[in-house]
């Protein structure tokens, strides 16, 4: 399978490949004399099979990775799963409802052990996912949040957080998620914006023949109203202070009171106050001490504070409700009204505020260094543009809600001895909480029968948010050796949606619990969107399967697909044409390879003929070594810059166009052999010198191919493979080198154009007469141009050649005529129209250009850099108008001539 005159086959190579690399441990670390650098791979969900967008996410880490082991570091990724409480136990409840089994039937231990059974078969899935796409995994560091070393530190900086006094237990309106049953955060709530009703309810005045009318886009929780509010400054209901409403339906009567936080323009400007279900109105019955009622069971029904409405849905709820206002005539009128409707990103339900009593952690303190750290820059972000977002959130941070009543996650180590809200201890395990149970209560009769640990489990991120640390064992053992050595990391690779879910937390916890940052760098992938525009996600099975995708294309396709489209911080649409532009790149290596392998290498030169041949093969192949020698260091350079700043898909459409154009079209075509096939080894070992060199640039981002090329391009000894080489070291370049020789192409493509538009094959020689500067550099290119455009010979003329079968063309000053072997130009006139159709173009283009620059607004405005380009616009612009005014007057004398 390894001959080299077969097509390439990635689906093979890629399995040989990769084992070869895993046989070999090549992806292991182990703290050592090198500088280390290290990634935290973002844990994806076990939820189900991974999607294109984490394909991107661990091609982008693998490129990083990649890349530093390269330059000597000692490149360590962490690989992990997380056991993501609500969606995955979402998923193992739609399987068992499929089966006739409920959840509360098997109770929880044998819950439990569903999940787990779930939960293992989708991390070796997802493993495997990771493993075909060629990611560089430290495979023997696999963390996953539910294991019983992460447990174990969860349970550790619980206790330390709530002994330090920031974690509490207390009542406040939360996000209700009514299908998981459990409270949710307000980063898992997407707000979609909707056409509703606005229902105008009329209040009657007690004591009076009076009514005041509410505008509320919820009837149906009128039964949890406590009060009406007004603005202070709203003149037109200052004559009801002190006075009271009844409630329509229910006959209760609550207080009217006034408060600044009320908005005038909304509705009436009179609002009812329901506040165990609105933020908001909570803050109002904090502040007047009202009476606070929860209407609404667990699963979104009204309770028995809704009276005849007692198990009926919210959504019906709301109609009936309706209908009983109009028969009392309490409705004065509806109207559509748009606005913001917050849904479960978990479950895609309907969000109920609902007040609770729930686990929550004070962030606000501790949140400081985490944003001075962005702050200052000493934590960075790629884009730079995030870093706004983040400080703002961080600015307004709230106490983050950790509890969630599931089933599947990290127990919260609480344990109550009695019903009153602060009738519990917090502690590790049983032993050591009938102890402070003890203590706390001083009643000395408590046994281990009256302790009953807390049913609920932490919010999934809270053992996520540890990750980098515990990554390291470093909550339990804080100071051991790989926590000293590997911490912090270097790089984390992420979605900008989980910013404040994962990014900001995990700032946060490496400052408070090992007072140093856990990461130097964020770098934030786009979103990657299908053709409908939404976010490609496995909620919404809307992604390709990456690994059908990979069997059809090939690994290093798909990379080289989705890094070409990436671009920090920007989404992009998934097209399948982009693995297609990654397969034909593959097959132009191998084919490239196939090429140089095809060729006989002669050391001894006996036959004169052969010597001669060589002879001029060597002089043209010397010329193009000397270029591709500056064009590779320059390359380099610019490779390195762009990818130090993290455009790396800049870095790889650089290598990209170098390899295609430069290496493949250029220096491959002038280095080739003519039918004998024969090649100085000196030639040859350059040739294979600067291949090895592209395959190293190559290699972070395509790993499989260059590997496979690179173990078959010479021999090598044992270990000796690509992916443990060093990076090629920067050398300095001949600018002016590379300046003429890209005069040179230009001339070629000029003279290859020509040909096709004038009918002259390639097969068919002509003549080139050239005006060019006496001191001109590219002369000695002039074999490189015989060769390249089937040329016989160049003339060096100082005026316009007496020949009417000429066409020219012009590069900078020189002035070139193509012989076209006596064929008449037959288009003149057409070409007279065109040319002058570009002359009108840049003349327009020649008057924006001065407007601006006799603008003293924009001089005075824009950045001295811009300034300088638009100058020098105005004098490339002029210079192209005089030198197509010369090709007309040019034409026009060979028109004449016809």
């Not at 390894?2 to 090549?26: A, G, H, R, T, V």
Request: with cysteine; net charge positive; charged share 30%.
């Amino acid at each position: 399978m390894s001959d080299i005159s077969i097509k390439y086959n990635p689906e093979y190579i890629e399995k040989k490949i990769y084992d070869l690399w895993m046989n070999n441990n090549y992806f292991s670390s182990f703290p050592d004399k090198r500088v280390p650098y290290t990634i935290i791979m973002p844990p994806p969900n076990v939820t189900g099979s991974l999607h294109i967008g984490h394909m991107l996410n661990n091609t982008i880490q693998d490129v990083l990775i990649r890349y530093a082991r390269m330059h000597n570091h000692n490149a360590c990724w962490i690989p992990g799963t997380d056991h993501a409480s609500i969606a995955t136990e979402a998923k193992v409840i739609e399987e068992l409802n499929k089966k006739g089994i409920s959840k509360f039937f098997l109770g929880r231990e044998k819950f439990l052990s569903h999940v787990i059974k779930w939960s293992e078969k989708y991390k070796n899935i997802i493993f495997n996912q990771i493993k075909k796409l060629g990611c560089s995994c430290d495979w023997n560091r696999v963390q996953f949040t539910m294991s019983k070393k992460l447990s174990e530190s969860v349970k550790k900086i619980f206790i330390n957080l709530y002994n330090r006094g920031y974690i509490y237990r207390g009542y406040h309106v939360v996000n209700w998620d009514t299908v998981a049953k459990t409270t949710i955060s307000d980063e898992e709530v997407i707000h979609e914006e909707q056409t509703c009703k606005l229902y105008y309810i009329k209040y009657k005045i007690k004591d009076e023949n009076n009514n005041i009318t509410i505008a509320t886009t919820r009837p149906e929780t009128l039964f949890g109203d406590t009060a009406v509010c007004y603005n202070y400054n709203d003149i037109r209901y200052s004559h009801l202070i002190g006075k009271f409403v009844i409630v329509p339906i229910i006959n209760k009567v609550i207080p009217i009171i006034r408060d600044s936080c009320i908005d005038i323009n909304f509705g009436t400007g009179c609002l009812k106050v329901t506040p165990a279900h609105d933020k908001k109105d909570k803050q109002l019955a904090d502040k007047y001490g009202l009476e606070i009622i929860n209407i609404f069971n667990e699963d979104g029904t009204i309770n028995e504070n809704g009276f005849h409405y007692k198990g009926i849905d919210r959504f019906d709820a709301r109609i009936k409700v309706v209908n009983e206002l109009t028969r009392l005539d309490l409705l004065e009128k509806t109207e559509k009204y748009k606005h913001k409707i917050a849904i479960s990103e978990r479950t895609s339900s309907i969000i109920e505020y609902r007040l609770s009593i729930q686990w929550f952690l004070k962030m606000k303190e501790i949140s400081i260094p985490a944003m001075e750290a962005v702050k200052n820059n000493d934590i960075k972000f790629y884009p730079k543009k995030i870093k706004k977002i983040y400080i703002k959130w961080m600015n307004n941070i709230g106490d983050w809600n950790i509890s969630r009543q599931l089933w599947w996650g990290h127990r919260l180590p609480v344990f109550y001895y009695g019903k009153k809200i602060n009738e519990y201890v917090v502690a590790e395990n049983i032993n050591i909480a009938l102890k402070k149970a003890i203590d706390k209560s001083n009643n000395h009769m408590l046994t281990y029968d009256n302790l009953w640990k807390d049913p609920d489990v932490l919010d999934t991120w809270f053992s996520s948010w540890i990750l980098p640390i515990t990554g390291f064992d470093g909550i339990i053992n804080p100071n051991n050796e790989e926590m000293d050595y590997y911490y912090p990391t270097e790089d984390i690779v992420t979605g900008s949606d989980i910013i404040f879910f994962w990014v900001a937390r995990m700032i946060v916890s490496g400052f408070f619990f090992k007072n140093k940052k856990p990461f130097k760098r964020v770098f934030f992938t786009g979103i990657v969107r299908d053709i409908n525009n939404k976010k490609i996600s496995k909620s919404l099975n809307n992604s390709p399967d990456p690994i059908i995708l990979i069997k059809k294309y090939g690994a290093d396709a798909v990379r080289l697909g989705l890094m070409l489209k990436n671009t920090a911080g920007k989404d992009f649409h998934f097209d399948e044409k982009i693995c297609v532009q990654g397969r034909n790149f593959a097959n132009k290596i191998w084919n490239a390879f196939r090429l140089i392998k095809s060729w006989k290498v002669e050391e001894k030169k006996n036959e004169c003929n052969k010597e001669n041949s060589i002879n001029k093969l060597e002089k043209l192949s010397l010329l193009a070594i000397e270029w591709m020698n500056n064009r590779f260091y320059f390359i380099l350079k610019i490779f390195d810059e762009n990818f130090q700043k993290y455009r790396l898909d800049e870095s790889l459409m650089i290598v990209y166009k170098f390899f295609w154009v430069d290496f493949c079209s250029w220096f491959l075509e002038i280095i080739k052999p003519d039918n004998g096939k024969i090649i100085s080894s000196k030639v040859y070992l350059n040739v294979v010198f600067y291949f090895e060199n592209i395959l190293k640039l190559l290699h972070p981002y395509i790993p499989f191919i260059s590997e496979e090329i690179w173990i078959l391009l010479k021999k090598r000894k044992y270990k000796e493979n690509l992916m443990l080489s060093f990076w090629p070291k920067k050398k300095c370049y001949d600018y002016n080198i590379l300046v003429s020789f890209e005069k040179v192409t230009k001339i070629i493509s000029k003279i290859r154009n020509l040909r096709l538009k004038h009918n002259i094959p390639y097969k068919e020689k002509t003549i080139l007469f050239s005006m060019r500067n006496k001191c001109n550099k590219e002369k000695k290119y002039d074999d490189i141009i015989l060769k390249l455009a089937n040329i016989s010979k160049i003339i060096t003329v100082s005026k316009v050649p007496n020949e009417s079968s000429l066409v020219s063309f012009f590069l900078g000053e020189d002035k070139f005529f193509l012989f076209l072997n006596n064929r008449k130009i037959s288009n003149i006139s057409s070409i007279i129209i065109s040319t002058e159709k570009k002359i009108q173009y840049f003349n327009r283009l020649l008057f924006m250009i001065r407007k601006n620059l006799m603008n003293k607004k924009y001089i005075i405005s824009v950045p001295k850099k811009i300034l300088l380009k638009e100058k020098k616009k105005e004098k490339d612009t002029l210079e192209k108008i005089e030198k197509l005014k010369e090709q007309i007057k040019y034409f026009k004398g060979k028109k004449e001539q016809k």
